[in-house]
């Protein structure tokens, strides 16, 4: 049993390694090293919840859950924590990874998600790994029409952030 949950484990991470960290940079306005945090608390509780999964869902949709909550929670203790203006954050973030245009242009994304509101940063993220409104329905558990408006009015709003700080 030890060795099969192992092997399944194993399997599920590399399926869902990549979709889980880039929630997480999502989440962290694209810091590497607290995305990476993440990323082990997630599959931490991934390994110790293992036997309980009792597949109503999708292993995809149960770690997006997963992912969420743990994301969320960190959010919560990191603004209990402390707090910084928004142009602090994205000035040291941007200076970290001026590498070049593409590490730039992510970062100005990463930077915009991290300005919505904590569901719309998952909702975004979430069309980011390509998930199908169904998908993200179930996930939220919202109807398929709702996500369509909501992810109409959230690319709206990027874009109106994105345009502000590149005029700004």
């Not at 099969?4 to 962290?28: A, D, N, W």
Request: glycine letters at 4%; a positive charge.
């Amino acid at each position: 049993m030890k060795k099969s949950r192992t092997k399944l484990f194993e399997t599920i991470y590399l399926q869902h390694q990549p979709m889980v960290l880039q929630m997480c940079l999502g989440f962290v306005k694209g810091d590497k090293d607290k995305a990476n945090d993440l990323l082990q608390e997630v599959f931490i509780s991934v390994w110790n919840n293992l036997e309980k999964f009792k597949g109503s869902s999708t292993y995809k949709t149960w770690i997006y859950r997963i992912t969420v909550n743990t994301c969320l929670q960190y959010i919560k203790k990191e603004k209990k924590e402390r707090t910084y203006p928004i142009s602090e954050i994205e000035n040291q973030t941007s200076v970290a990874n001026n590498e070049n245009i593409t590490n730039s242009n992510i970062q100005r994304l990463y930077s915009a998600i991290g300005q919505l509101k904590k569901i719309d940063r998952l909702i975004i993220m979430m069309v980011l790994e390509n998930q199908d409104y169904n998908s993200i329905s179930e996930i939220l558990g919202v109807k398929p029409t709702n996500v369509r408006v909501k992810i109409h009015r959230i690319k709206k709003r990027l874009e109106t952030i994105l345009k502000n700080n590149k005029n700004g």
